[in-house]
Nanobody
Framework: QVQLVESGGGLVQPGGSLRLSCAAS????????IGWFRQAPGKKREAVSC????????YYADSVKGRFTISRDNTKNTVYLQINSLKPEDTALYYC???????????????WGQGTQVTVSS
């Protein structure tokens, strides 16, 4: 069964950090691009970052560049998103998903996890 499971979210203060994980089962992550998206209540789903399946190229939304870092561990079949210097506007449900390329359009992604909640508040 193809499955993605996100974890690592939580409640943090502004300026804090978390490491989000996207663990795959039923397929090998190294065959796919993995994208991270986020969605806050009442807002559209936003592309945050992605990482290539082949050369490891990474991409970031302007809003998170310099604060978030995506990485891949093929041995563990897991992709991570380190999120630092968090702001209240980073509050959202964070999803990982698979695609064949780093599309910004969430409609081009095939498999999705259930999401992990990140809340940034004092």
């Amino acid at each position: 069964q193809v499955q993605l499971v996100e974890s690592g979210g939580g409640l943090v203060q502004p300026g804090g950090s978390l490491r989000l994980s996207c663990a795959a089962s039923g397929f090998a992550l190294d065959s796919y691009v993995i994208g991270w998206f986020r969605q806050a209540p009442g807002k559209k789903r936003e592309a945050v970052s992605c990482i290539s399946s082949s050369d490891g190229s990474t991409y970031y939304a302007d809003s998170v560049k310099g604060r978030f870092t995506i990485s891949r561990d093929n041995t563990k079949n897991t992709v991570y998103l380190q999120i630092n210097s968090l702001k209240p506007e980073d509050t959202a449900l964070y999803y990982c998903a698979t695609a064949r390329a780093c599309y910004s359009d969430y409609g081009r992604y095939n498999y999705w996890g259930q999401g992990t909640q990140v809340t940034v508040s004092s």
